[in-house]
Structure formats: structure tokens, C-alpha cells
């Protein structure tokens, strides 16, 4: 296994089995497992393998792996809660969240692969879906009602 493959393991291997809310604190924890390592690599590194940050109730934002299926109450009891409006214009959807809660939101979108969205972008509270053309309504509704259960009482 070459260098960057160990490394990378390391990194999920932790980010999977500990709440890490910084890169100095990652960084701390794989020195502790032998890895040396600079931010700027580390960085490189957590944008590669597409970890984002969440909110956490105590530790303020936590990484996350993309694929992620850690049901964690203490990160929210229901992700979707935070959902405040989605709205719809043309080729595009508008979803509006809690302040810090539009990344945690987009994680999952991204992840699911909906074959419907191109893709998104996450600002703090608002999230930008671009739509593929002719995109089928009832299909992403369903699939976003799967990831999101509560949206639909919006």
C-alpha cells in the first residue's frame, strides 16, 4: 500500500470513530497513529476524499465522510428539522436552512447521486440545486421525502 493510500485510511479510520472538529486536531491524532503530515497536505487530502464539516452540538462542527451513515443524535436529532423552505425556479431549487445547516444537508444530497441534480452548492444557510433539464418532479421529491422525511409538512 503506497504512502497517500495508508494515509487516507488513517484519516477515514479516525474520522469514522471520533468526533474531529479541526485540521490541528487531526493532524494531532494521526501523528498518534505514526503519520506525519502538513496542513496543507492534510487539506488537499480532505478535499479529495470530499469530507465536510457539520454541526455538532458540543464540539461546535465535526468532519464527516461523504458516505457517512453514523446515526448520531447528538449532531442533530433530524438533519431535515433544519430545513426551512425549498423553492423551485426553472432548472433550479433553492433550499433554505437553519444558519450553519445547508453543508450538512448538502452532504447527503451529493452523496445519494440523485439522478436529477447536476449538483449543488452550500452556502451557510442556503443550498443552490442546478437540475438537469426536463428533470421529473415527483421523483426528486421522493427521493429528497427519503432523505428528508420531515420536509414534507413544508
Do not use: W
Not at 81 to 99: E, L, R
Amino acid at each position: 500500500m503506497n504512502q497517500k493510500t495508508q494515509r487516507l485510511s488513517v484519516i477515514r479510520k479516525i474520522i469514522r470513530s471520533e468526533f474531529i472538529s479541526s485540521q490541528e486536531e487531526l493532524i494531532a491524532r494521526l501523528e498518534e497513529h505514526g503519520v506525519k503530515i502538513t496542513q496543507s497536505t492534510l487539506s488537499r487530502d480532505l478535499k479529495f476524499m470530499h469530507v465536510a464539516k457539520v454541526p455538532h452540538k458540543e464540539k461546535g462542527y465535526i468532519y464527516v465522510l461523504p458516505n457517512n451513515t453514523r446515526n448520531d443524535h447528538s449532531i442533530s436529532t433530524n438533519v431535515s428539522d433544519n430545513i426551512i423552505d425549498i423553492a423551485f425556479s426553472g432548472n433550479m431549487c433553492v433550499i433554505t436552512t437553519k444558519p450553519g445547516y445547508a453543508s450538512a444537508i448538502s452532504v447527503p444530497i451529493d452523496s445519494k447521486g440523485i439522478s436529477e441534480v447536476l449538483g449543488t452548492i452550500a452556502g451557510d444557510n442556503t443550498i443552490l440545486m442546478i437540475l438537469r433539464e426536463g428533470f421529473d418532479m415527483n421523483s426528486l421529491m421522493d427521493q429528497l421525502y427519503m432523505l428528508f422525511p420531515s420536509i414534507r409538512n413544508l
